[in-house]
């Protein structure tokens, strides 16, 4: 573990930080050509995205790339298959099929195709600093800690 995993006073032992996860190799994953547009880090039981399930570390990466979201996905699996990662099912609400997730002891890995921009109709949700920005837009989470281990990712 890195020198950031900090005791906390009202648990025993060490901490998982999102920095200790991005030092992980997997964390530098991305599909070839993608380009980097969103990096957000939680350390452990900060709780993010849905704070009452997701209390693991967790970095977050959102990427444009020209391809297509099957490719994606395929490269993904191929190279966590490769890292010792093995294909779970999805432990959230709101499966989508364009989702695929990844568990190594008690780490998870997920990758998400939400699509193009042009995917999506005017005045629904989409990331408004993509909206004039071409491509298709995937992210990944890395995750760990003992909550995330225990089936809450």
């Not at 190799?25 to 452990?44: C, I, N, Q, T």
């Not at 790339?65 to 093995?86: I, K, M, P, S, Y």
């Not at 695929?100 to 949700?125: K, M, N, Q, W």
Request: glycine share 12%; aromatic share 12%.
């Amino acid at each position: 573990m890195s020198d950031s995993v900090q005791p906390m006073d009202d648990e025993e032992g060490p901490r998982l930080s999102w920095r200790d996860l991005a030092t992980r190799e997997e964390s530098e994953l991305a599909f070839p050509g993608s380009r980097l547009v969103e990096e957000k880090g939680y350390d452990e039981g900060e709780g993010w995205f849905d704070p009452s399930v997701l209390k693991g570390a967790g970095l977050y990466r959102g990427y444009l790339v020209d391809a297509d979201g099957n490719e994606v996905l395929e490269w993904f699996r191929t190279q966590l298959a490769n890292r010792g990662w093995e294909a779970v099912a999805r432990p959230l609400r709101n499966r989508r099929d364009d989702d695929a997730f990844y568990a190594r002891g008690p780490e998870r890995f997920a990758v998400r195709v939400l699509g193009r921009d042009s995917d999506f109709p005017p005045g629904t949700h989409w990331l408004p600093p993509l909206r004039s920005q071409k491509g298709l837009y995937y992210d990944i989470m890395l995750m760990g800690g003992p909550e995330v281990a225990g089936g809450d990712a």
